[in-house]
């Protein structure tokens, strides 16, 4: 995409929080050697270019300043992939929770 990004379009920014050096050394090795970066969603308050400066307001009125980095993100999260030791009680736990004993297999 090229040219100017409308104000008011939903968007999302980067912003790096923490340099590499600047990490808590608790931090597991790996991850003391990368940046802290966040991302946030939100509505772009004036014209602006990616990977430009822009400022965006949220849905809960915050405003942040951040590098423009997509045009209509998308909401991509999950929990991860199923445990089988979970799936496999899911059923006991659930007639355990509402009272009902479980039948012998």
């Given at each position: ?12 920014i ?69 445990l ?5 009680i ?16």
């Amino acid at each position: 995409m090229s040219g100017l990004i409308e104000k008011g379009s939903w968007v999302e920014i980067e912003r790096i929080l923490l340099h590499p050096g600047e990490r808590a050394p608790q931090v597991p090795e790996d991850t003391h050697q990368v940046s802290l970066v966040m991302r946030v969603k939100g509505f772009l308050v004036e014209p602006g270019a990616l990977d430009d400066m822009a400022e965006i307001e949220t849905p809960t009125g915050r405003r942040l300043m951040g590098v423009l980095v997509e045009v209509n993100p998308r909401y991509c999260h999950s929990f991860g992939e199923p445990l089988p030791e979970l799936t496999a009680i899911a059923g006991e736990v659930r007639s355990m929770l509402s009272g009902e004993e479980m039948a012998d297999d």
